[in-house]
């Protein structure tokens, strides 16, 4: 296991503000990721470092500028990063984790059950078959990393969100430069490049873009 000291000298290019009940179950999870990837494909990454910097700061930076609530809908979530790892700091978000491969959703029910982690929903289904059976538009945020065919995910994911719901995604930033300004039904907002000096952005957008801004912080996105 590692101690708090460490897992926080490897966060901090993301300059976040986790209490050690966080940390605890940053740890928790770090440990259950690389005990159950000896088995099954979670992830090529299997220094714990590098699990650390590339899968949970990146997930959790968004945090250091947007405030999550309500309903979270994470898009094909693997082995939980963003989705189950905002959890972590939005622990009062209600979160549904869309996974298709049975392994991987029985580790993210095995991390939401040792993290002590409330109102998890682990389902099976792929988006375009999660929107096709009629899933009423009430997710606030969508979250997808990782995860191709951009334009189709997009409009997908547009129709599960109410009005004012943001989509957040994880991607390189020729990608974020290939997405209209308008797509899908969701408008651009901003992209929030990632550090440790990657190609990384998290681009956000939104289905209503109308009015003032809902959720945010009061710090303005870098660069914006």
Request: some cysteine.
């Amino acid at each position: 296991m590692w101690d708090e000291a460490t897992v926080r000298h490897w966060l901090q290019p993301f300059e976040l503000s986790l209490t050690g009940s966080q940390i605890g179950q940053l740890i928790a999870y770090l440990d259950l990721l690389l005990r159950w990837n000896r088995k099954i494909n979670l992830t090529a990454i299997r220094q714990p470092q590098d699990c650390v910097t590339r899968h949970f700061g990146e997930s959790l930076y968004l945090g250091r500028w947007v405030e999550l609530n309500g309903k979270l809908l994470d898009i094909g979530s693997g082995a939980g990063f963003p989705g189950l790892c905002l959890k972590i700091i939005f622990p009062e978000l209600s979160v549904t984790l869309l996974e298709p491969v049975a392994k991987k959703r029985a580790f993210l029910k095995e991390v939401a059950r040792v993290c002590a982690m409330d109102f998890v929903e682990v389902r099976g289904e792929r988006l375009e078959d999660f929107v096709g059976a009629g899933p009423p538009a009430v997710y606030d945020a969508a979250t997808a990393r990782g995860v191709g065919g951009l334009e189709e995910l997009i409009g997908l994911a547009g129709r599960c969100l109410r009005e004012g719901g943001s989509l957040f995604l994880w991607l390189s930033r020729r990608q974020t430069s290939n997405i209209a300004y308008t797509s899908g039904g969701m408008r651009a907002e901003r992209s929030l490049p990632l550090p440790c000096g990657g190609a990384g952005e998290i681009w956000w957008g939104k289905k209503s873009f109308e009015g003032a801004r809902e959720g945010g912080r009061s710090e303005a996105f870098p660069g914006g």
